[in-house]
T-cell receptor, first 105, second 115 residues
C-alpha cells in the first residue's frame, strides 16, 4: 500500500479567502486523483493529474502534480460556502485521510 | 445520480444477522471495488474485481464475502459482524486500467451499524 499524507487535516476560512491543500507521498504515482466528499455521500471525482509538473484548472480550483509525481496540491481561489467538504487525494487504490474544508459565509 | 447505485443506504444489524449490500452500475465500467470508510481513517480498500474476477483481497476478514455475478453488479455479504465493523461502505467502479488516470465513480454508500 502506497501511503498518501494530506495536510492540513482541517481548514476553516472566510468566504472570499484562498486556500491550499497538500498531498504528499514517498512513492511515485503514475497518476493522482482529487475527490470532494459531502456528508452522507460518496466521494466525487474532481480531477486526475497524470504528467509530472502538470497544472489543471477547474473554475476556481487549481490542481498541480509535482515534477517527481510524488505530491500534489489543490488551490481554491475566492472560496465559497459551496466549496465546503472533505477533500481527498488518491492514487493506485490508496487514499489520503482527507482535509475537511469549511468556508464560512 | 452518480451512475453507481448502492442499496440499502442505511442498515442496522445484530452481530448474529446475515445481510447483503448491493451495488449496481451501468457506466460500462469493468472494474468494481468495495471500500470501507471509518471515522477519522482513510478509505480502506477491501476488494477489487476486474471483468468479474477478484484481483485483490486486502486481508479482509472472512465475515465479509464479496460476489460479482457480472460486470454491472457487486455484492458484499455480511455475517457475524462485530461492532467495530460499523462504517460507511462505498462501492466504486472504473475502467480497468485505473492507473492511467480514469478515476473512480463512487456510489452514495451504505451506512452500516452493527449492534
Amino acid at each position: 500500500t502506497q501511503l498518501l499524507e494530506q495536510s492540513p487535516q482541517f481548514l476553516s476560512i472566510q468566504e472570499g479567502e484562498n486556500l491550499t491543500v497538500y498531498c504528499n507521498s514517498s512513492s511515485v504515482f503514475s497518476s493522482l486523483q482529487w475527490y470532494r466528499q459531502e456528508p452522507g455521500e460518496g466521494p466525487v471525482l474532481l480531477v486526475t493529474v497524470v504528467t509530472g509538473g502538470e497544472v489543471k484548472k477547474l473554475k476556481r480550483l487549481t490542481f498541480q502534480f509535482g515534477d517527481a509525481r510524488k505530491d500534489s496540491s489543490l488551490h481554491i481561489t475566492a472560496a465559497q460556502p459551496g466549496d465546503t467538504g472533505l477533500y481527498l487525494c488518491a492514487g493506485a487504490h490508496s487514499f489520503g485521510a482527507g482535509t475537511t474544508v469549511t468556508v464560512r459565509a | 445520480e452518480t451512475g453507481v447505485t448502492q442499496t440499502p443506504r442505511h442498515l442496522v444489524m445484530g452481530m448474529t444477522n446475515k445481510k447483503s449490500l448491493k451495488c449496481e452500475q451501468h457506466l460500462g465500467h469493468n472494474a468494481m471495488y468495495w471500500y470501507k470508510q471509518s471515522a477519522k481513517k482513510p478509505l480502506e480498500l477491501m476488494f477489487v474485481y476486474n471483468f468479474k474476477e477478484q484481483t485483490e483481497n486486502n486481508s479482509v476478514p472472512s465475515r465479509f464475502s464479496p460476489e460479482c455475478p457480472n460486470s454491472s453488479h457487486l455484492f458484499l455479504h455480511l455475517h457475524t459482524l462485530q461492532p467495530e465493523d460499523s462504517a460507511l461502505y462505498l462501492c466504486a467502479s472504473s475502467h480497468p486500467t485505473r492507473d492511467r488516470g480514469y478515476g473512480y465513480t463512487f456510489g452514495s454508500g451504505t451506512r452500516l451499524t452493527v449492534v
